[in-house]
Each structure stands twice: as structure tokens, then as C-alpha cells.
């Protein structure tokens, strides 16, 4: 071999080593892409399931509210209606007094 063609011989077997280099690479950089879109497809899912229980919650939250503040207004009613009736026996009382 000429010097000449020895010093392309020596090109062409770098080129060669860093396609080999590059190819490797790549293939790490798309098994790790894929790896990647997994975790965040389970992030997702995950993240989905964690919002419908959190709807699910503040549905049950807004019911216990809600009945918490129906029997409290039916407490606050029934004294009322107590007050009412206490009011209405001291009438009927005072009539039977009068007659």
C-alpha cells in the first residue's frame, strides 16, 4: 500500500468507528425514549386515578356538608316549631281562664 491509500485506510476506519459509535448511541437514546414514554403513560394513568378519587371525595365531602348543615337546620326548625307550640298552649291556657 502507498502512504496514500494507508492514510485513507485510516480515514475510513475512524469514519467507520464513530458510525459504529453513533449507531450504538442511537439505539441507547431510543431504548431510553421508549423506557421514557412508559413511565409517562403509568405517570398518567396514575395521575388519572388519582383525580377521580379525588372527585370522589369531594363528592362525599360535599354530601356529608351538605347533611350536616340539613340537620342543623332541622334542629334550629324544631326548636322553633317548639317555641311555636309553647305559644300556642299559653294562648289556649288563657282562654281557658277567661271563660
Known amino acids: 500500500m502507498t502512504p496514500k491509500n494507508n ?3 485510516t480515514l475510513l476506519t475512524g469514519i467507520e468507528a464513530k458510525i459504529k459509535k ?3 448511541r442511537n439505539e441507547r437514546l431510543e431504548k431510553d ?3 421514557l414514554k412508559k ?3 403509568e ?3 396514575k395521575l388519572e386515578s ?4 379525588l372527585d370522589k371525595s369531594k363528592t362525599s365531602l360535599q354530601a356529608m356538608q351538605l347533611g350536616k348543615s340539613t340537620s342543623i337546620d332541622t ?5 322553633e316549631l317548639d317555641h311555636y307550640i309553647y305559644l300556642i298552649d299559653k294562648c289556649i291556657a288563657s282562654i281557658h281562664v277567661k271563660s
Open 39 to 41: 413511565s409517562i403513560f
Open 43 to 45: 405517570y398518567i394513568q
Open 75 to 79: 334542629v334550629a326548625l324544631r326548636k
Open 50 to 53: 388519582q383525580k377521580m378519587e
Open 33 to 35: 425514549n421508549e423506557e
Open 7 to 9: 492514510g485513507y485506510l
Open 22 to 24: 453513533l449507531k450504538a
